[in-house]
Structure formats: structure tokens, C-alpha cells
């Protein structure tokens, strides 16, 4: 049953007062529901609005207590007489009798509800009232049954709405409610459901639930387990307003010719930056849901078509010392030992779409969620290339990866990371097959991917076909024309990509993700939270955070997995709850995060722009409007 709840506990506090409100749409939906307070000294009154009944009672809930208003419906179908008794115990009434003196005390009164007799006419007491704030008391004494009154007569309505058949709509139309001015609509199976007036009542926050408007439920339902409980199914089943058309179809696929027809279906919540090749990354809200990324919502880099490869006729292929080879099935594979760490991943762009407010830039535009974490399982690289016969040398050298995707001329992705990494073990390199104890996504690298703690992104190649140790590193165009950082007085005609190293390990990083910019929060007190990581293994040790722009800091608390030292592979999560200065109408919200080797963020984005809009890890800021 779905459930409201105004309590009151404490004398001294003032009498419950619950409003009802129709919702004013002529959409079928449940009217919107207010909590005030009154001032009778009751010991606390819980609402119940179920599908068939409304409930109030004073507590203690598993009792019968005099102090009891009890409001009983039966269901659509099954009225006794033609009209509902509101039943009010004596001590109610009693109660009441403090602030209102009734000219003859009933026990009972009576109302019209889902009748269709006109002629019937409630035997309502009249009031009198005595004392200075008689009026006041009296107002809100029939306030509070009105208020029940409107939910009986809501009732009559879904009562009559349900003995019609329900409208049919088409995805298309569904697509269109997005928004409170539209109205907000989503699917769940073949059902249609307007849930406007339950945004604001969702547990989990308007903005998760917004993430669906106008479109299925399912993708959303299947990242929280909590969705599939009855209890919930009956919340949404009351604001049904049709059903999906059967004729109704998925859009057609794209032409078997097109590269990418093949590539897997995505999470709606995924804020695409690129369709062919496919990337995206998951809104800030749920970005630090969890310490963990779920794998639907870990951001996605491809650079190329993704590759449906079978696992049974995979091989990878180790090139060895002398031109020999070892080929490796993913069976081969589960025969060394198992690793599991748990690692961050961040792409070299993560947060470019602040660089290219400064001045245009080359990239995709990403914002805040270039950077997902998860718990890696497979085996150690340094094992494989001992096994294949490789060892450290004196000389440089480079491990080099090679992946199965590739473009329409055969060109595959590949990048590199020096053979000291790769043969390190404390380095914990890994060739993963599992990605938070599932086989890896086909977006993201199934079977066999390279996780490279604290390295960038573009280096954990993925899909892996080839790895052999060269004297030189990869010369794969993102290992030696991109993926490179420089002066900010360096253009497209100056540039000049051998001058600069390929970027291995990343600098430190903080963004926030709650509040959103340009958001509305309350005054009082502000929640801010976020993220913050550094590359190389380097832990976080701090974050700090400002209200008003960088003038004053406040110490964030930081959440998660603590850090080893020079193995901090994964980012902190961090909150802070703070104050909202008194008068203030807006906040400039800033976060920077220190690592362990002092590292610190710098403040604005000008000193560390480049022509390509890499490492950009300026403080992140955010400005929030403020409401009384």
C-alpha cells in the first residue's frame, strides 16, 4: 500500500493537518499531497491512501487506540448504500471537543462518496465554537475532513475510470512528455503511466526519475533492486493512463552495410557525446550512486565499430622473443593465476567541455563523467609475458596492444606503456576478462581487455587481439598523434606532435556532482558531493570545497575504499554538509583535491588549455541559485 505519512509525536507540537489537493489535470493521476501542521495536542495521526481505502490513525499503528480517525472505502464496485461513513471514535471526538464544542455529539458522520444519488443529503453536525481562537481551530478542524472528503471523491473518480478502456498511445507520444509543462510520462512493459505528480515524492530524488521521462522504466529499474518489490508496482499502478499500441514498433535497424549495426544496445540514462562511434557517459547524479559503477552506466570510449567477437574461437596473440607467438584461448587465460583490483578509469577528456568555453577545441565534449570505476578480475600481463619468455631489459622498451576493432581499411586501435610497467608486479597490470564479477560488456572489451592502474584511459586498449614488446612505443595514430598535452600558445598550425610525450599517468582530478549547476537548493543547509582521483597510484588526501567562489574552504569528508600507499588505483568519494550563509541568493561552489605527493588542482582553466582539451582539471565549479 502506498503510504503518506504526517506524525506528530509530542504534545507540545502542533495538530496534523493533511491537505488534498485534486491534481487539475484530466489525465487520471493521485492527487497532490501536502504536510502542514495545526495545533490540536493529539498524540500524531498517520495517512494511508491506498487504491481501495484511506486510513488515518493515531499511533501506536499496531493497536486500537481511542485517539483513532478511521476513513474506509470499499472497493470500485462495492458500495454499501449510496454513500461511505466516515466513522470517528469517541475520543476523537472528544479531542476535538477541546477547541470545538458540537451542538449534538455524534459518533458518527456522514458524507456523499462514489454515489450517484443525488438526492441523498448528509446529516452533517453544525459547529459552534468558544475561546479567542475559535475561527482559527474551526477552520482547521473541517479543513482536515475536507481534506478526506477529497480523497473519497478522488476515489470515485479512478472508481468510474477504470470501468473504461484504457486510451492507447505510441512511443512517439510518449516521447514527448518530458517535462511538467508537457507532462511527465513513462513505460514499464506495455503500460503507460503520467507520474507528474510523483516527482517530487520519489525517495531516491526528482532527477532519478527524471532520467526516464519519456521513456521506459526498465533500464532504470534494473540498476536498483528495490524497484521490484509489489509495494511499488501498486505506487505506479495508480497513476496509469493507458497502455502501449500493439502495433506499435522499436524504430528499424540501420543498413546491414553501416560498420556500426552491430554495436549493443545502450543505457537510456547514458548522455551520448557521439553515436558512430559510440561514446558516452552517465549524468553527475549517478555517477556517485555508488563507490562501483554499475557496468550499463560505466562511461563509454570507442574509437571504432565494437567487435562481436565469440569467445570460443578467440585467441590472443603474444608475441614472444625471436618472432615466436603464444596464442591463448580466453580458456587459456582462466589457467593463471586470478587478480582482482578495483581500478578508475578516466579519459584524457574528461571535463574538455569547460576548456572549449574558454576557446574552441578538438575533442568530444565531455563534461564530468569521462571517469567510471569498477572491480577488474583476470590475469596478471607480467605473468603472460614471462610465460611467453619475456623479461626486463636494459634498453627501452614497450609493450605494445593491438585491438581487434579496426576501420573500414583494416587500421586497428593500439596504444603502448613501457615494458618497466608491464613486467612490474606491483604495477598489477592486468588482461581482464570480468568487470564487477561479470564477463566484460561487449562496449567494453569483451572478452579480454588491458586495465592499466593509474594510467589514462586510452592506454586500457580494449577487444585485445596482439601484444609484443617493441623498442619503440605503438605507432598507432592515439599513441603518437593524440592523447598529447600543450602550451596553451600552441595551435593547429604550430603544432607539432613529436615534441610531446604520449600522456601515461593522469594528474590530479575533482569534480562535483551534486548539486547540478544551476540548480535551486534551499537555505539552511547545502549537501554538495563529488569526486576526486589522481594518477600513478598517487591517494587522495584531501578535498576541499567552497560555497562562495574560493574565498573560504571547508574540508570535505571523504567516502569509500581506503587508499594504499602508491596503489591508490581508485577515486574517493566525498560529501560535505555545510550552511548556507545567511541571505545569500546564490552560491559559487568550487572543489579541488590534493594527492599525497601535494598535488594540488590549479584554479582556472587559462593556464592549462591545449589545442586538443586534454588534462583539463582546473577546480570544478558549480553556481546554484538559493530559494527561502
Known amino acids: 500500500m502506498w503510504k503518506q505519512t504526517c506524525f506528530i509525536s509530542k504534545p507540545w507540537r502542533r495538530h496534523a493537518c493533511i491537505g488534498l489537493q485534486e491534481a487539475g489535470t484530466a489525465a487520471p493521476g493521485r492527487p497532490r499531497i501536502t504536510k502542514g501542521w495545526g495545533?490540536?495536542?493529539?498524540?500524531?495521526?498517520?495517512?494511508?491512501?491506498?487504491?481501495?481505502?484511506?486510513?488515518?490513525?493515531?499511533?501506536?499503528?499496531?493497536?486500537?487506540?481511542?485517539?483513532?480517525?478511521?476513513?474506509?472505502?470499499?472497493?470500485?464496485?462495492?458500495?454499501?448504500?449510496?454513500?461511505t461513513m466516515l466513522l470517528l471514535h469517541?475520543?476523537?471526538?472528544?479531542?476535538?471537543?477541546?477547541?470545538?464544542?458540537?451542538?449534538?455529539?455524534?459518533?458518527?458522520?456522514?458524507?456523499?462518496?462514489?454515489?450517484?444519488?443525488?438526492?441523498?443529503?448528509?446529516?452533517?453536525p453544525s459547529l459552534t465554537c468558544s475561546g479567542d481562537n475559535c475561527s482559527t481551530r474551526g477552520w482547521r478542524v473541517m479543513g482536515t475532513l475536507l481534506g478526506l472528503g477529497a480523497v473519497l471523491a478522488y476515489h470515485n473518480h479512478r472508481c468510474r475510470a477504470a470501468q473504461e478502456s484504457p486510451r492507447i498511445y505510441t512511443r512517439e507520444e510518449v516521447k514527448l512528455h518530458r517535462s511538467p509543462e508537457t507532462r511527465i510520462w513513462v513505460t514499464l512493459g506495455s503500460e503507460v503511466f503520467d507520474v507528474t505528480e510523483f516527482v517530487d515524492l520519489h525517495p531516491g530524488g526528482s532527477s532519478k526519475l527524471m532520467l526516464a521521462a519519456g521513456g521506459?522504466?526498465?533500464?532504470?529499474?534494473?540498476?536498483?533492486?528495490?524497484?521490484?518489490?509489489?509495494?511499488?508496482?501498486?505506487?505506479?499502478?495508480?497513476y496509469k493512463i493507458g497502455e502501449l499500441s500493439p502495433e506499435d514498433k522499436v524504430p528499424s535497424t540501420l543498413e546491414t552495410s553501416d560498420p556500426y549495426t552491430d554495436d549493443p544496445v545502450r543505457h537510456p540514462a547514458l548522455k551520448v557525446n557521439s553515436q558512430r562511434p559510440f561514446n558516452a557517459e552517465p549524468p553527475p547524479e549517478l555517477l556517485t550512486e555508488n563507490y562501483i559503477t554499475p557496468n550499463p552506466i560505466f562511461f563509454t570510449r570507442n574509437h571504432l565499430p565494437v567487435p562481436n567477437l565469440d569467445p570460443d574461437?578467440?585467441?590472443?596473440?603474444?608475441?614472444?622473443?625471436?618472432?615466436?607467438?603464444?596464442?591463448?584461448?580466453?580458456?587459456?587465460?582462466?589457467?593463471?593465476?586470478?587478480?582482482?583490483?578495483?581500478?578508475?578509469?578516466?579519459?584524457a577528456g574528461n571535463r574538455r567541455s569547460e576548456m572549449s568555453q574558454l576557446k574552441e577545441v578538438r575533442g568530444l565534449e565531455w563534461s564530468t563523467g569521462a571517469i567510471s570505476t569498477a572491480r577488474w578480475a583476470g590475469a596478471r600481463l607480467c605473468d603472460v609475458l614471462a610465460k611467453a619468455g619475456h623479461q626486463l631489459c636494459e634498453t627501452e622498451a614497450h609493450v605494445c596492444f593491438e585491438g581487434l576493432d579496426s576501420d573500414s581499411t583494416g587500421t586497428a586501435y593500439g596504444a603502448s606503456?613501457?615494458?618497466?610497467r608491464a613486467m612490474d608486479p606491483e604495477a598489477e597490470v592486468l588482461l581482464a576478462y570480468e568487470m564487477n564479477g561479470q564477463?566484460?560488456?561487449?562496449?567494453?572489451?569483451?572478452?579480454?581487455?588491458?586495465?592499466?592502474?593509474?594510467?589514462?584511459?586510452a592506454r586500457h586498449v580494449k577487444w585485445l587481439g596482439k601484444v609484443s614488446v617493441e623498442p619503440e612505443e605503438s605507432y598507432s595514430h592515439?599513441?603518437?598523434?593524440?592523447?598529447?598535452?600543450?602550451?596553451?600558445?600552441?595551435?593547429?598550425?604550430?603544432?607539432?606532435?613529436?615534441?610531446?610525450?604520449?600522456?601515461?599517468?593522469?594528474?590530479?582530478?575533482?569534480?562535483?556532482?551534486?548539486?547540478?549547476?544551476?540548480?535551486?537548493?534551499?537555505?539552511?543547509?547545502?549537501?554538495?558531493?563529488?569526486?576526486?582521483?589522481?594518477?600513478?597510484?598517487?591517494?587522495?588526501?584531501?578535498?576541499?570545497?567552497?560555497?562562495?567562489?574560493?574565498?573560504t574552504?571547508?574540508?570535505?569528508?571523504?567516502?569509500?575504499?581506503?587508499?594504499?600507499?602508491r596503489k591508490a588505483w581508485a577515486w574517493r568519494l566525498w560529501q560535505l554538509q555545510a550552511p548556507v550563509p545567511a541571505g545569500e541568493k546564490e552560491l559559487n561552489i568550487v572543489c579541488k583535491a590534493v594527492d599525497d605527493s601535494y598535488n594540488v588542482q590549479p584554479d582556472t582553466v587559462a593556464p592549462i588549455w591545449n589545442l586538443r582539451g586534454v588534462l583539463s582539471n582546473a577546480w570544478h565549479r558549480v553556481h546554484v541559485r538559493v530559494v527561502p
Open 39 to 83: 495545533t490540536n495536542p493529539g498524540a500524531g495521526v498517520v495517512l494511508y491512501l491506498g487504491p481501495t481505502n484511506v486510513t488515518a490513525l493515531a499511533p501506536p499503528l499496531h493497536q486500537q487506540t481511542p485517539g483513532a480517525l478511521q476513513v474506509q472505502q470499499p472497493p470500485c464496485g462495492r458500495r454499501t448504500g449510496s454513500a
Open 90 to 124: 469517541r475520543a476523537v471526538v472528544l479531542g476535538l471537543r477541546h477547541n470545538c464544542r458540537f451542538k449534538s455529539p455524534p459518533s458518527k458522520l456522514c458524507v456523499q462518496a462514489c454515489s450517484t444519488n443525488d438526492s441523498f443529503q448528509p446529516q452533517c
Open 216 to 238: 521506459p522504466l526498465e533500464p532504470f529499474w534494473a540498476l536498483y533492486a528495490i524497484h521490484n518489490q509489489s509495494h511499488v508496482r501498486e505506487i505506479l499502478a495508480q
Open 313 to 347: 574461437t578467440y585467441r590472443l596473440h603474444i608475441v614472444g622473443p625471436g618472432g615466436q607467438s603464444l596464442s591463448l584461448s580466453l580458456h587459456d587465460l582462466y589457467q593463471f593465476p586470478k587478480h582482482e583490483i578495483t581500478v578508475t578509469l578516466q579519459c
Open 417 to 420: 606503456i613501457p615494458l618497466t
Open 439 to 457: 564477463p566484460l560488456p561487449r562496449d567494453h572489451g569483451f572478452p579480454v581487455r588491458v586495465i592499466v592502474p593509474g594510467v589514462v584511459g
Open 478 to 551: 592515439w599513441q603518437r598523434r593524440d592523447y598529447k598535452g600543450f602550451s596553451p600558445s600552441v595551435d593547429w598550425d604550430t603544432v607539432d606532435f613529436d615534441s610531446a610525450p604520449s600522456i601515461q599517468e593522469l594528474p590530479v582530478q575533482s569534480a562535483i556532482t551534486e548539486p547540478k549547476d544551476g540548480e535551486t537548493v534551499e537555505s539552511g543547509e547545502v549537501t554538495v558531493k563529488g569526486y576526486a582521483w589522481s594518477g600513478g597510484g598517487r591517494a587522495v588526501i584531501r578535498v576541499d570545497v567552497s560555497l562562495d567562489g574560493g574565498l
Open 553 to 565: 574552504w571547508q574540508v570535505a569528508e571523504l567516502d569509500g575504499e581506503e587508499q594504499r600507499p
